[in-house]
């Protein structure tokens, strides 16, 4: 099995640093970079083609949401997982091509593996 290339995106120091702890406790997962804004997260993911993007919704300049719409847009783009504060039942994806949507306080090593697998069950293999 490839290794699953994440990309981490959250202004917060804290919880970019959770996040990849998370993302590194997983077997078959690894960052390949933890950025702090949205337009720092499309650079990124242009440049490192990662797999998977977790995406925070609130960050400076462009918010995950618009980082996420033109992440999206980019060829062979990547899985994105939205994460923020909210609870689920009260957030709406705006329709910007995320995979899922998880609170921060929800996200482990068993959340992590269940959004890759239900983002990419119906994915041709590569």
Request: some cysteine; aromatic content about 6%; overall charge negative.
């Amino acid at each position: 099995m490839s290794v699953i290339r994440v990309l981490v995106v959250d202004d917060q120091e804290p919880f970019r640093a959770a996040m990849s702890a998370v993302v590194e406790l997983t077997d078959g997962f690894a960052v390949v970079d933890a950025v702090a804004s949205g337009e720092e997260s499309v650079v990124a993911a242009r440049e490192l083609a990662p797999d998977l993007v977790l995406m925070d919704v609130n960050l400076p300049g462009i918010d995950g949401i618009e980082a996420t719409r033109q992440i999206r847009a980019l060829p062979a783009a990547p899985v994105v997982v939205l994460l923020s504060t909210y609870d689920e039942d009260e957030f709406d994806q705006g329709g910007c091509g995320a995979a899922s949507y998880v609170p921060k306080g929800a996200f482990g090593p068993d959340r992590l593996l269940h959004e890759w697998q239900a983002a990419t069950a119906d994915a041709p293999p590569a």
